[in-house]
């Protein structure tokens, strides 16, 4: 599968952005799909998963307040929708898919085998 990130930009804090993975292949549904991010200097970290039978887990209660992952089936793409975003929120955003996740690993970067090119999210004060 090929994933193909989009809908980051420059937005001022408190602002929304809806981040999109879009995937190739009709098989799209069977796999678990996550959100990672990385600042400057960081290294990436997880955002937000949901496992193929629709459960979702978020990174931090922060996130999980202000953030909601979905899934879209027919359009073959899971969406990041975020809101109240703040600076500390800039950072690349990349999705990752894998068949083999599952719920117990859905946090962890190295079940992915698939991943987006990335996304930038930047947040003005």
């Known amino acids: 599968v090929q994933l193909q990130a989009s809908g980051g930009g420059l937005v001022q804090a408190g602002g929304s952005l809806r981040l999109s993975c879009a995937a190739s292949g009709r098989t799209f549904s069977r796999y678990a799909v996550a959100w990672f991010r990385q600042a400057p200097g960081m290294d990436r970290y997880f955002v937000a998963g949901?496992?193929?039978?629709?459960?979702?887990?978020y990174s931090t209660e922060s996130m999980k307040d202000r953030f909601t992952i979905s899934r879209d089936t027919a359009r073959n793409t899971v969406y990041l929708q975020m809101n109240s975003l703040g600076p500390e929120d800039t950072a690349v955003y990349f999705c990752?898919?894998?068949?083999?996740?599952?719920?117990?690993?859905?946090?962890?970067?190295?079940?992915?085998?698939?991943w987006g090119q990335g996304t930038q999210v930047t947040v003005s004060s």
């Open positions: 990752a898919a894998d068949p083999s996740v599952i719920a117990s690993n859905l946090r962890s970067r190295s079940a992915y085998n698939y």
């Open positions: 949901i496992n193929r039978s629709g459960g979702k887990i």
